[in-house]
């Protein structure tokens, strides 16, 4: 079946740097795309969206990235603070399903 | 505001029993669901509401049960509990099946012997 990948499951970044998670996707009908951040011992918290008639979208301090030639999505967190260190999710909803598909997600860990 | 509430946080069962997991929002969303967390994956969804007196199923529903009597709650039920169904709960909720972000709670980890 179809379904939403992440390239890298831990992500280690300097603090003050950029950090760059990135996410594969394979259903070209999907039209809506969705990052979440899990910090330990929480739910999901919404980060930022885009939709498939959008090449990019800004945010506070983050950007995702849509490219749906080569189906790939990326989220950018600029200057990473150590309240950054969690876990991130991409998700996205295939066509009229607007039922969200997940990634595995990947750790993002912040070195001092 | 507290959001979606999900108790309890922590559960520990034996094989074969049965529990019901809590959710509630406070928010008047129509749409609330459950997800199951399993390490290494991504949520994956279990049974959804559109409202009060709806409900069907999602990716995963085998071995649990809803119902929506009221906007507000959502709870989840385990008849018979068996080691694959550990894993973490996470209740969420939205405006409608369309609205994006849906809100979280923190999460019920269950854990079946």
């Known amino acids: 079946g179809e379904s939403v990948g992440l390239h890298l499951p831990t992500l280690s970044v300097q603090e003050g740097d950029n950090s760059i998670i990135n996410c594969a996707y394979s259903?070209?009908?999907?039209?809506?795309f969705i990052w979440y951040k899990q910090e330990s011992g929480k739910g999901p918290q919404f980060i930022i969206d885009?939709?498939?008639n959008m090449d990019k979208r800004q945010g506070q301090r983050v950007t995702v990235l849509l490219n749906k030639t080569v189906k790939h999505l990326s989220l950018q967190i600029a200057a990473t603070q150590p309240g950054d260190s969690a876990v991130y999710f991409c998700?996205?909803?295939?066509?009229?399903?607007?039922?969200?598909?997940w990634g595995a997600g990947t750790k993002l860990i912040i070195k001092p | 505001n507290a959001g979606v509430t999900q108790t309890p946080k922590f559960q520990v069962l034996k094989t074969g029993q049965s529990m019901t997991l809590q959710c509630a929002q406070d928010?008047?969303?129509?749409?609330m669901s459950w997800y199951r967390q399993d390490p290494g994956m991504g949520l994956r969804l279990i049974h959804y509401?559109?409202?009060?007196?709806?409900?069907d199923q999602g990716e995963v529903p085998n071995g649990y049960n809803v119902s929506r009597s009221t906007t507000e709650d959502f709870p989840l039920r385990l008849l018979s509990a068996a080691p694959s169904q550990t894993s973490v709960y996470f209740c969420?909720?939205?405006?409608?099946?369309?609205?994006?972000?849906?809100?979280f709670g923190d999460g019920t980890r269950l854990s079946i012997l």
């Open positions: 998700a996205e909803t295939p066509g009229s399903n607007y039922q969200l598909i």
């Open positions: 928010m008047n969303h129509e749409y």
């Open positions: 259903n070209s009908a999907s039209d809506y």
């Open positions: 885009i939709r498939s």
């Open positions: 969420a909720s939205s405006w409608d099946r369309r609205d994006q972000p849906q809100h």
């Open positions: 509401s559109v409202g009060a007196g709806i409900t």
